[in-house]
């Protein structure tokens, strides 16, 4: 296991320049941040903005499909995932070497429907040194945004060592949404996905592919920012624990792309998957964009934004028309930046769009821009589940608050760090609310100059107050969520139940912690049980194991029915 004595090492790595560092006009810096680095590139080697060719990531296909046996007959879709080491140009002239998953960044998409229930058996091929850090790279992964059992939820302290594979299992009985799927090995969690450890998982049904844009019209973008030394390899300092910015934004591991886009409506799947940075997108024209999704599905209502504010791990899913633009006509996706975010010479920048001729099929293309969308409604009525976006006051049963702060140094939820957890050998828990409660969580940010990505494992839920903004929820975020912007001494008050699905008892533990993943690493982190966590056997299979400790662990052997070697 990682130490946290290592993990200060490894944050104080290597030495960077100052060139081009500026702060956030849009707030203070707080004064206890030292200097932020920057690249270290020769000019030559440094990307400039819009050269490069916007790029999505390849769709993986799976190994075997067909019908789960009995009377409740499901199809299924099997995956394979190898976690290794691989070379990319991000930068002109040189190679960096990356930890993905098939060895690129970002890794594979997968995409799922729903009903369909999704195995993927992921392997570590990482060699027994690291690439940011001496040890070797253990994992973890979690599908974001997926209601998964526990074992398969990416619990922090469930590795995965070189050499030994893991099965997970997804039920992909949701609403469709974007979700992504990246790494969560406790104490390394940054350097993992800053190495390259990230990719989508869209998940469709009939009701989103019957309303919003399909095939080339729909678009995943994930955001990062990096830095990189002199030889091009990834440079790494998290600030003595208080966050990585980055000099340089990319799009789907391109510096600011250039895309081509038609004069059609256009949905892009916006996820940031940086490390710390925040951004305000918005169109260089300054025309707005159409809110149609967050990150647990599509918005009752479409909201007409002209910026938002994203941080880390949350998903918006915009539309853009392009239709108004004459062909040749260029429109810049801009970072408006946020308070206490360092920003750089070019990170007011994202990327480009290109407006072509409309030639070809317009297949999956629609035709104006809707003004209210339908979900489809969960399917655990029969349950008592009930759609996010229709819970009320009126059902709550219990009411919590989450207090994030800075204490004597450490990053704290209500003064209890992840240490704490396993002190308690990972029974020490926030709450323990029942299946299909509707419970109201209020998300208090009460560290000062700090930002917090807050985000609750399992759960979708509906933001009904913040302590600005009048008392009401950003247009922006009127849809079901599972991270939680909590500016700076900002308040969120939230509705959730804890909807287990039409398929399983449910139960188990969860984690709740900051998505600024240098903050999550040094501990700010808990967790909390559906159910009585008494009632959680462990080891058991039967009934279901709902203990996200070590389950379909295994050394890489043949098996019949998946590729060799995994």
Not at 393 to 409: C, I, M, Q, T, Y
Not at 423 to 442: D, H, I, M, N, Y
Not at 545 to 563: C, E, M, N, Q
Request: net charge positive; with cysteine.
């Amino acid at each position: 296991m990682t130490s946290r004595r290592e993990v200060l090492q490894v944050g104080a790595l290597g030495a960077f320049s100052m060139a081009g560092m500026k702060t956030s006009g849009a707030g203070l810096v707080p004064a206890v941040l030292s200097p932020i680095p920057s690249s270290r590139l020769a000019a030559r080697n440094t990307p400039v903005p819009y050269r490069g060719v916007f790029r999505r990531p390849p769709e993986l296909v799976p190994f075997a499909t067909g019908f789960d046996d009995g009377d409740r007959a499901r199809p299924f879709a099997r995956y394979a995932l190898t976690q290794k080491l691989g070379q990319a140009q991000f930068v002109p002239g040189l190679m960096t070497t990356l930890a993905g998953y098939n060895g690129i960044f970002p890794g594979p998409t997968l995409r799922a429907t729903r009903g369909t229930r999704v195995e993927v058996r992921i392997r570590n091929a990482f060699p027994s040194t690291g690439l940011l850090f001496p040890e070797a790279i253990n994992t973890v992964t979690h599908l974001h945004g997926s209601a998964s059992l526990p074992q398969y939820d990416g619990y922090a302290n469930d590795i995965t060592v070189p050499g030994n594979v893991k099965n997970y299992r997804y039920p992909n009985w949701q609403t469709a949404r974007t979700l992504w799927y990246h790494d969560h090995k406790h104490h390394i969690t940054a350097q993992n996905v800053y190495s390259g450890l990230a990719g989508f998982y869209p998940l469709s049904d009939k009701s989103e592919q019957a309303q919003l844009p399909q095939g080339e019209f729909d678009v995943p973008l994930m955001i990062s920012d990096a830095m990189f030394n002199a030889d091009g390899s990834l440079g790494f300092n998290d600030n003595d624990g208080k966050g990585l910015w980055g000099d340089v934004i990319m799009v789907n591991g391109v510096p600011w792309p250039t895309m081509k886009v038609k004069p059609r409506i256009y949905r892009f799947r916006v996820l940031v998957a940086s490390i710390s940075r925040s951004y305000r997108p918005t169109l260089s024209t300054g025309d707005p964009v159409y809110v149609v999704g967050t990150d647990a599905g599509m918005v009752p209502k479409v909201q007409a934004v002209k910026s938002w504010r994203q941080c880390t791990a949350e998903r918006y899913e915009v539309l853009v028309d392009f239709r108004k633009y004459r062909a040749g006509q260029l429109v810049e996706l801009r970072n408006l930046s946020n308070k206490n975010t360092f920003d750089f010479a070019n990170t007011g920048k994202i990327m480009r769009f290109e407006v072509v001729a409309d030639a070809g099929s317009g297949a999956g293309s629609i035709a104006g821009i809707p003004a209210t969308l339908d979900d489809g409604g969960t399917p655990s009525r029969a349950q008592g589940g009930i759609s996010t976006m229709d819970l009320t006051p009126d059902l709550v049963v219990a009411k919590r608050v989450l207090k994030f702060r800075r204490d004597h140094g450490e990053w704290t939820i209500n003064g209890v760090t992840w240490a704490d957890v396993e002190k308690s050998g990972f029974t020490r828990l926030f709450g323990s609310p029942q299946p299909f409660a509707v419970e109201q969580w209020t998300i208090a940010n009460e560290s000062g100059g700090w930002f917090h990505p807050v985000h609750i494992h399992f759960v979708d839920a509906k933001i009904i107050a913040r302590s600005t903004n009048g008392g009401r929820p950003f247009a922006w975020e009127k849809g079901p969520k599972d991270v939680f912007y909590a500016g700076e001494n900002e308040s969120i008050t939230a509705l959730m139940q804890f909807n287990t699905g039409p398929d399983t008892g449910g139960g188990g533990r969860y984690m709740i912690h900051c998505h600024n993943l240098v903050h999550e690493d040094h501990d700010m982190m808990v967790q909390f049980s559906i159910g009585d966590l008494r009632k959680n056997d462990p080891i058991t299979t039967d009934p279901p194991i709902r203990d996200p400790l070590p389950a379909d662990h295994f050394r890489p052997v043949y098996r019949p029915g998946f590729p060799a070697g995994t």
